[in-house]
């Protein structure tokens, strides 16, 4: 239902809300504007002696105003024609000339009721209602897929346009939720829904008839600071019936220009007092850096609705949904755990499966795992992928927290699909995590767990085969359920070979970047990738494809893999076969679980033969030139040195801070495990300024690493298992 309320909401008013975020975000400029502009009142500067000023430099004065901004404007009559001025509040001399700012009225009159008066008044309170809603759902959804409230403070997973709507939905929470519901009480206010019983001062009806008061010797006025006045009317000069009228944000008052005498006073009420706070608040009047919160925060309004958009019709794409039923109420609860969305339409496929057989099915992420909830299922279905080394999904955060909580496992069964890729060591890593977790509470299994690799349909099926029976249902899918990745023809560009004179070929291979049409970017199904992602080869003669490590990212305008000669290996022998121009077969996949981290840190890259691809991706897209020292291993540098000269280029542009290469073969033979031993004192001090260690290479070559890295940390009272826990020591091994 959430979900639902927050997809709809956002559907029906993104133009609303854009334009209303828009004009906001002008308004919040022109606030931050004035703000800045304004001459700055003195501290301790009394209204007395500010009228003292003014009067001397305008004699003929009628009116002051302070706006929210700080800025004085005097209105006056002289020769024949009505003039107003910004004054200097020390001098009273007029400044510039004021008048109505175009813009900031065309932008007011658009953000408060799009031209259309009270009508428009009433949508645009439409739309600050949906704004809210979307910002509460929003906030209920972020929660969930975090693993709960403390998760909102953690980095959020994914990538791509859920990445940027998560990201901005958490960073612009608050300020939106704010301005919509001070849009909502200032729209109210309008319209003479709230409480008030504001009284009005009492008009004056007999005053002393004398003239001339010096302001200093007015009670009032030199008790009451500038800052404190909003706006000031003057007596008409000669006229001995008229009277000082004076505004401020507790009340008003009528004062006798003879005797400086109060006449007549009424307090403001604490609605009229709320609704003007409220109102500043609402504008960002009155202070930059407030007015600059809220310009932000209005500007990543059309980015959410955009990539909201996006990743609505990316659903689209992907299928139908399955029928639901309120978790309640299922038979069946599926509980997700989807990373790059494979898993989740297998949930959605096996969902109408379900729903076709009778089912009454319930599907959510397994971030919001409430079994308590689902009092009439007969089963938990759980499908999970496994994010980078065998971490929780995206959509799974949180979830063995939840289970490990629980008083006693759950009455109903549970049953479990993993899905992962054999060519990786971590293969289906999490969802076996949750099956110890679940064996460790006493859970009991209605069906052993099956594994998926790369999402075989048959594999699947396999599966859903022995679920079925035990459910009472002849249940499959078809491969067409599947996210199937898009692959690519891409043309080799160039390419740069190394080790024949070790016997061990290995080369740089630069390709293409996929093709894409104009509407493919505008859309968001450009290839997006990064250094780190991995590049999916199907050689020929083979549906199974091989996976290679990018160099390269999408800004650097070409795909870039490092490969080295496997014997008898098909895929690797027809890369290294490849000249300039000759076309495969392939398809860009994320690696989320091995990526740079954003910010400053140092990162320690550690890398030997061809797992140096990635690591020199890393060092390229260094554009921020954060602390990065590189642990480097080849057989023999005269050889089989790659990126000898982009390291020393990189160096020289502060990308790569400290180089350090082992060589396994030569005069003083090393592996990288040895020159970090070598230098551990630098890389413990690394590790405690934060750095986050970065593998990629041999399974071999990594727990050399590991036993190395566990003899430097262990001074710190540190382990790579722990460093793990944190982040900060991630693997892409072979």
């Known amino acids: 239902m959430i979900r639902a309320i927050h997809r709809w909401a956002g559907l029906v008013t993104t133009a609303l809300a854009s334009v209303i975020s828009l004009s906001g975000l002008g308004l919040a400029v022109l606030a931050a504007r004035d703000a800045l502009a304004a001459p700055a009142l003195p501290a301790g500067l009394s209204l007395a002696d500010l009228m003292r000023a003014v009067t001397a430099q305008i004699p003929m004065i009628e009116e002051l105003r302070r706006a929210p901004s700080g800025a004085l404007?005097?209105?006056?009559?002289?020769?024949?024609?009505?003039?107003?001025?910004?004054?200097?509040?020390?001098?009273?001399?007029?400044?510039?000339?004021?008048?109505?700012d175009a813009l900031l009225v065309w932008l007011t009159n658009l953000h408060r009721a799009l031209f259309l008066e009270d009508t428009g008044r009433l949508i645009v309170a439409g739309g600050a209602a949906a704004m809210l809603a979307l910002a509460l759902t929003g906030l209920m959804l972020l929660k969930r897929r975090a693993g709960g409230?403390?998760?909102?403070?953690?980095?959020?997973?994914?990538?791509?346009?859920?990445?940027?709507?998560?990201?901005?939905?958490?960073?612009?929470?608050?300020?939106?939720?704010?301005?919509?519901?001070?849009?909502?009480?200032?729209?109210?206010?309008?319209?003479?829904?709230?409480?008030?019983?504001?009284?009005?001062?009492?008009?004056?009806?007999?005053?002393?008839?004398?003239?001339?008061?010096?302001?200093?010797?007015?009670?009032?006025?030199?008790?009451?600071?500038?800052?404190?006045?909003?706006?000031?009317?003057?007596?008409?000069?000669?006229?001995a019936q008229d009277f000082y009228t004076l505004e401020t944000a507790t009340g008003s008052a009528t004062i006798d220009q003879g005797t400086g005498a109060v006449i007549s006073e009424a307090t403001t009420s604490p609605?009229?007092?709320?609704?003007?706070?409220?109102?500043?608040?609402?504008?960002?009047?009155?202070?930059?850096?407030?007015?600059?919160?809220?310009?932000?925060?209005?500007?990543?309004?059309?980015?959410?609705?955009?990539?909201?958009?996006?990743?609505?019709?990316?659903?689209?794409?992907?299928?139908?949904?399955?029928?639901?039923?309120?978790?309640?109420?299922?038979?069946?609860?599926?509980?997700?755990?989807?990373?790059?969305?494979?898993?989740?339409?297998?949930?959605?496929?096996?969902?109408?499966?379900?729903?076709?057989?009778?089912?009454?099915?319930?599907?959510?992420?397994?971030s919001g795992f409430a079994p308590a909830a689902a009092a009439q299922a007969r089963a938990h279905l759980i499908l999970s992928a496994t994010y980078g080394s065998g971490a929780a999904p995206a959509s799974a955060a949180g979830f063995l927290d939840r289970l490990a909580a629980l008083p006693a496992a759950p009455a109903a069964p549970y049953a479990l699909l993993g899905f992962g890729d054999r060519a990786f060591p971590a293969f289906c890593g999490y969802a076996r995590k949750v099956a110890a977790a679940a064996e460790a509470k006493g859970w009991a299994a209605l069906v052993p767990m099956g594994a998926v690799n790369a999402g075989a349909a048959e594999e699947i099926n396999a599966w859903l085969a022995t679920l079925g029976a035990a459910l009472g249902h002849d249940l499959a899918i078809t491969a067409a359920a599947q996210a199937a990745p898009r692959t690519h023809r891409l043309a080799l560009l160039s390419r740069r070979d190394y080790g024949e004179a070790v016997q061990a070929p290995i080369s740089i291979l630069r390709f293409a970047t996929?093709?894409?049409?104009?509407?493919?970017?505008?859309?968001?199904?450009?290839?997006?990738?990064?250094?780190?992602?991995?590049?999916?080869?199907?050689?020929?003669?083979?549906?199974?494809?091989?996976?290679?490590?990018?160099?390269?990212?999408?800004?650097?305008?070409?795909?870039?893999?490092?490969?080295?000669?496997?014997?008898?290996g098909?895929?690797?022998?027809?890369?290294?076969?490849?000249?300039?121009?000759?076309?495969?077969?392939?398809?860009?996949?994320?690696?989320?679980?091995?990526?740079?981290?954003?910010?400053?840190?140092?990162?320690?890259?550690i890398g030997a033969g061809s797992g140096v691809g990635p690591l020199a991706g890393f060092i390229r897209a260094n554009a921020r030139r954060?602390?990065?020292?590189?642990?480097?291993?080849?057989?023999?540098?005269?050889?089989?040195y790659l990126y000898g000269p982009e390291f020393a280029a990189w160096q020289a542009e502060g990308r790569l801070g400290a180089l350090t290469t082992a060589s396994s073969r030569g005069a003083r033979p090393r592996y990288v495990q040895d020159a970090l031993r070598a230098e551990a004192q630098e890389v413990a001090r690394l590790v405690g300024a934060g750095a986050r260690v970065m593998i990629c290479g041999g399974r071999a070559m990594a727990e050399g690493v590991a036993e190395a890295m566990a003899e430097i940390l262990e001074p710190l009272g540190l382990s790579p298992a722990q460093l793990r826990a944190e982040g900060r020591y991630v693997e892409d091994v072979y």
């Open 73 to 100: 404007t005097a209105w006056w009559f002289a020769d024949g024609a009505a003039h107003s001025a910004v004054i200097d509040p020390l001098s009273g001399a007029p400044l510039v000339e004021a008048g109505p």
């Open 149 to 239: 409230w403390g998760g909102l403070l953690r980095a959020l997973p994914g990538r791509g346009a859920a990445r940027v709507h998560a990201e901005i939905g958490r960073a612009s929470f608050v300020l939106l939720a704010f301005s919509a519901l001070t849009g909502l009480w200032l729209t109210a206010s309008s319209f003479d829904l709230l409480p008030d019983t504001a009284a009005l001062p009492a008009y004056p009806m007999s005053v002393s008839g004398s003239m001339g008061a010096a302001p200093e010797t007015i009670p009032l006025f030199a008790e009451t600071p500038a800052s404190a006045m909003e706006s000031l009317s003057f007596p008409t000069p000669g006229d």
């Open 271 to 366: 609605m009229t007092r709320m609704s003007a706070l409220l109102e500043r608040l609402h504008s960002g009047e009155g202070t930059a850096l407030w007015a600059g919160l809220l310009g932000l925060a209005a500007a990543g309004v059309p980015v959410l609705g955009v990539s909201g958009l996006l990743l609505w019709a990316r659903g689209r794409r992907r299928g139908a949904r399955a029928p639901q039923v309120a978790l309640s109420q299922a038979s069946l609860v599926l509980w997700v755990g989807s990373e790059g969305g494979t898993t989740r339409a297998t949930a959605e496929a096996l969902g109408r499966a379900l729903s076709a057989a009778g089912e009454r099915v319930h599907i959510a992420p397994m």
């Open 514 to 568: 996929p093709r894409a049409g104009l509407l493919a970017r505008l859309t968001g199904r450009a290839p997006r990738f990064a250094p780190g992602d991995l590049l999916g080869v199907l050689p020929r003669g083979s549906e199974v494809p091989r996976f290679y490590s990018l160099a390269s990212g999408a800004r650097d305008g070409f795909v870039e893999i490092v490969v080295s000669r496997h014997p008898g």
């Open 570 to 605: 098909l895929c690797s022998g027809q890369l290294l076969a490849l000249q300039p121009g000759d076309e495969i077969t392939a398809f860009l996949r994320p690696n989320p679980g091995f990526q740079a981290p954003e910010g400053r840190s140092p990162l320690i890259l």
């Open 626 to 640: 954060r602390p990065v020292h590189l642990f480097y291993g080849q057989r023999d540098l005269r050889s089989d």
